[in-house]
């Protein structure tokens, strides 16, 4: 059974700052890996998909990078900004099956 | 561009009450449709999907159905609900043109059950 961690669950860094969160996944077998912002009683924003045979995606501030073989993935967000403030969300995509894993979350919190 | 339309955005119901939860999607055709639930303290957890019209998959045994009765329609249903239902509930699509597309969220649904 596929499991996905998140660490931390919660983070908080002053304005300006470049950060780095962690995602972590148990079946190594996967076909991608998204990455998702949640803003606080919202749906579910899209940020960056990585496929299994990519190394790295890169929009804007964010860079998301993926170690199928070790199970891990970060999402990199330079220069973060009070806006960034958000739950950070991966989620992994096993196989032929069209559901997605999600691990719970870290809270981002970015003072200004 | 695509949207996606989730309502209502909250819902407050007495547990034993039936549930109607409708979701569309514009701008696309033939999408794979999704409901997820978001319960507190826990991840989001896949309920349902659709790959077409009638047919529907059910990720985890429950209270609750879904049905597709349009190619952009997807609807959650319960005929009386539990105090466990309580929940944010996301639908969600994605297009059929390949294994590596990203999935697209709605704003949501909070229900409340009393």
């Known amino acids: 059974k596929q499991e996905v961690t998140q660490i931390p669950a919660a983070l908080s860094v002053p304005e300006g700052e470049n950060l780095v969160l962690n995602c972590s996944f148990t079946?190594?077998?996967?076909?991608?890996l998204q990455w998702f912002r949640q803003d606080p009683g919202k749906g579910l924003t899209s940020l960056l998909l990585?496929?299994?045979?990519?190394r790295e995606q890169t929009s804007g501030r964010l860079n998301a990078s993926l170690d199928k073989s070790s199970g891990r993935s970060t999402l990199y967000i330079a220069a973060s900004q009070p806006g960034d403030s958000a739950t950070y969300l991966c989620a992994v995509r096993r196989g032929s099956n069209y559901k997605l894993t999600f691990g719970k979350g870290t809270l981002l919190t970015v003072n200004p | 561009s695509q949207t996606i339309h989730q309502w209502p955005a909250t819902l407050v119901q007495p547990v034993g009450s039936p549930l109607s939860l409708e979701c569309t999607v514009e701008g696309t055709s033939n999408p794979n449709l999704y409901w997820y639930r978001q319960a507190a303290g826990r991840g989001l957890q896949l309920l349902f999907y659709?790959?077409?019209?009638?047919?529907i998959s059910s990720e985890v045994p429950q209270n609750l159905s879904a049905s597709r009765p349009q190619d952009r329609q997807f609807i959650l249903s319960s005929k009386k609900l539990l105090l466990s239902d309580s929940g944010f509930y996301l639908c969600a699509w994605s297009t059929t043109a390949g294994w590596n597309q990203p999935q697209h969220f709605g704003d949501g649904t909070r229900l409340s059950i009393l």
């Open positions: 990585i496929q299994s045979s990519q």
């Open positions: 079946d190594s077998a996967i076909y991608n």
């Open positions: 659709s790959v077409g019209i009638g047919q």
